[in-house]
């Protein structure tokens, strides 16, 4: 079935690194969601991206949408404590749900 | 302001007992999700509502029932056949399917 792989589960940095997460999906899709949950919270949308090779920034994130449509990216630039949390790629699948990737956890070094 | 309510904040269930999680929105979505979250993992989807009076079976449905005689509810029955119901709830709506979704603060259930 249709499956959306993200990586990697885990990232450590300091603050002030940066940090990226990537979602890959084993079929087109119409567009890419990304979400962020925050440690004990619960997912907020964050973007949605629909164009082949779309790019959009919010800030300090850059999201991109590649060319196949078929993967994405989150980077974080210059991380900072707030940014910590799991961010979830999610993509349609049939029956007007969403498949989501497993997220991947961002984790700020004491 | 709009949002999504989910209630309880924290239920805990007894062996044998059945528990109903409370899903409210005031969004005007026809679509409502309710996922369950174990620690560290991601969300997997028990049931998904298109529409008022219809609903269908996610990846994991089995001990676990829902209905949506209403727009604006859609509550989750935990059944005394899920045996492992300890995880986090979270109830969705978006204004239609594969649309963004919003949740809700979610539900945290435990077994006594």
């Known amino acids: 079935g249709q499956q959306v792989m993200q990586i990697p589960q885990y990232q450590h940095v300091q603050e002030g690194e940066d940090f990226t997460t990537y979602c890959n999906s084993s079929?087109?899709?119409?567009?890419i969601q990304w979400y962020k949950q925050r440690p004990g919270g619960h997912p907020v949308f964050l973007i949605q991206l629909v164009k082949s090779g779309e790019v959009k920034k919010q800030k300090r994130l850059t999201f991109q949408f590649g060319e196949a449509k078929k993967n994405s990216s989150l980077h974080i630039t210059a991380t900072q404590t707030t940014d910590v949390g799991t961010y979830f790629c999610?993509?349609?699948?049939?029956?007007?749900?969403?498949?989501w990737g497993a997220g991947t956890k961002l984790i700020i070094k004491p | 302001d709009g949002g999504i309510t989910q209630s309880p904040k924290y239920l805990f269930r007894k062996e044998g007992q059945n528990v109903t999680l409370s899903c409210e929105q005031n969004?005007?979505?026809?679509?409502m999700y309710w996922y369950r979250q174990d620690p560290g993992q991601g969300l997997r989807l028990i049931y998904y509502?298109?529409?008022?009076?219809?609903?269908q079976k996610g990846d994991i449905a089995e001990g676990y029932s829902v209905s949506r005689e209403k727009k604006e509810s859609f509550p989750l029955t935990v059944t005394s056949a899920q045996k492992n119901p300890t995880a986090f709830y979270l109830c969705?709506?978006?204004?239609?399917?594969?649309?963004?979704?919003?949740f809700g603060d979610g539900t945290r259930l435990s077994i006594l």
């Open positions: 969705a709506s978006s204004i239609g399917g594969q649309q963004p979704q919003h």
């Open positions: 509502s298109q529409i008022v009076n219809d609903f």
């Open positions: 999610a993509g349609p699948g049939g029956n007007y749900q969403l498949i």
């Open positions: 079929t087109t899709l119409s567009n």
């Open positions: 969004l005007n979505h026809d679509a």
